[in-house]
Structure formats: structure tokens, C-alpha cells
């Protein structure tokens, strides 16, 4: 089962942030959150990763709760090109069997 | 350029017919993986190797087998034994245990059962 949940959709208009939010209630203190995303018939793309704090690359932002029980990925300005299905997963740092994958949040940009 | 390189893109296949999907990586990662994903799903995991010639079975492992005799090949087949196998098949590497590498997946291969 996967450890984490997702709304199934979101909507976004194009130029404004997308907030996808995930929620990992049962995170352990070993355990990062990652996030993929997989545009149609293409294999996932590595967005961003982090244990504790909040993270920041060219691509979004990772906020993640001080509890670690749920995080949030930004866009912050969404354009068409980031319609996608994203998937938000926990991985532990000391090994990388199982990584489960659930079903993700489909995100619609429109203009 | 580095990367995973999955071949055939797509596949068709008779019935009762094994087959067998390639994946390359030129990496130097321990790690590989194969997932499938059938329409509007996420992710299953098959099998994963974390280091040559040694693999484990994921969550759907039954009708698949794969090996992994050389670092940077993960091939899997998908046997008669698969009772639906009409899927998109995709692999991945990584770094390996101990790191928190991330995940670099290939373009996928589809394959559909006539």
C-alpha cells in the first residue's frame, strides 16, 4: 500500500502557483519525501526531495510540516507544459526496496 | 549522454508468447527497477535488483522474471504465466541503498497482447 495520499485532481490557470498537497501521516524520522512527475505515456521525472526542511529548485518548492506528517509541492508559476500526474512517495535513506508509488494528482493547467 | 535506455518502445504480442523488455543504463547506478502501469493507475512494482546478480520481488511479481548479470542491464520477461500483461512497462535506477539517490526512469515500453 502506498504511504502516501493524494487528491485525485487539481485545476490550475496557466501563471498562477500550483499547491499540490500530500499527506504522510505514518512518515518515519529515515524516511524522505520525494516527488515525480509523469507527463502522458512518458516515464516520471524527478521534481524534488526533502527530510526536514523546506526545499527549493529551479523546477519548485517542497514545504514540508514541521510534524512531517504532510508537505506540499509549489509551482509557482504554472504553464501548460506542467499538466501532469505528480506523485508525492517516502523513501527511506537506508534502502531503496519498495519504493510504492500511489496514484498521484493529476494536475490541469489552463490558460 | 547518461541515461536508461528502454527497447522495444512497442510491442505486440500472440498469446501464450514470452517476451522479454530491455533496459540499459549507462549510470553506474546499483540499483534497477521495473514497474507497471496500466491506464489511469500509478506505479506497481515487479522486481527490483539492488546490486548484480541478486533481485527481489515486488508486489506483482508473478508472471515476470527478470536477471541482472551485468550492472548496467535489467532485463525483464513477461511469460505466459501473465494473465494480463497488456501494460506500460517502465524501468528505473538509482544509486543504490545507503544513498538518497533519486530515481531516473526510462521512456517506457508498451506492450500489448493480441
Known amino acids: 500500500d502506498a504511504k502516501t495520499t493524494q487528491p485525485p485532481s487539481m485545476d490550475c490557470a496557466e501563471g498562477r502557483a500550483a499547491n499540490l498537497p500530500c499527506n504522510h501521516s505514518t512518515i518515519s524520522g529515515n524516511e524522505y519525501v520525494y516527488w515525480y512527475r509523469q507527463i502522458h505515456s512518458q516515464g516520471p521525472q524527478y521534481i524534488i526531495h526533502?527530510?526536514?526542511n523546506n526545499e527549493t529548485n529551479e523546477m519548485a518548492s517542497l514545504i514540508i510540516t514541521e510534524d512531517r506528517k504532510s508537505s506540499t509541492l509549489i509551482l509557482p508559476h504554472a504553464t501548460l507544459r506542467d499538466t501532469a500526474v505528480y506523485y508525492c512517495i517516502v523513501r527511506p535513506t537506508y534502502n531503496t526496496d519498495k519504493l510504492i508509488f500511489g496514484t498521484g494528482t493529476r494536475l490541469q493547467v489552463f490558460p | 549522454d547518461g541515461g536508461i535506455t528502454q527497447s522495444p518502445k512497442y510491442l505486440f504480442r500472440k498469446e501464450g508468447q514470452n517476451v522479454t523488455l530491455s533496459c540499459e543504463q549507462n549510470l553506474n547506478h546499483d540499483a534497477m527497477y521495473w514497474y507497471r502501469q496500466d491506464p489511469g493507475q500509478g506505479l506497481r512494482l515487479i522486481y527490483y535488483s539492488q546490486i548484480v546478480n541478486d533481485f527481489q520481488k515486488g508486489d506483482i511479481a508473478e508472471g515476470y522474471s527478470v536477471s541482472r548479470e551485468k550492472k548496467e542491464s535489467f532485463p525483464l520477461t513477461v511469460t505466459s504465466a501473465q494473465k494480463n500483461p497488456t501494460a506500460f512497462y517502465l524501468c528505473?535506477?538509482?544509486?543504490?541503498?545507503?544513498?538518497?539517490?533519486?530515481?531516473?526512469f526510462g521512456e517506457g515500453s508498451r506492450l500489448t497482447v493480441l
Open positions: 528505473a535506477s538509482s544509486t543504490g541503498a545507503g544513498v538518497t539517490g533519486e530515481l531516473f
Open positions: 526533502g527530510l526536514k
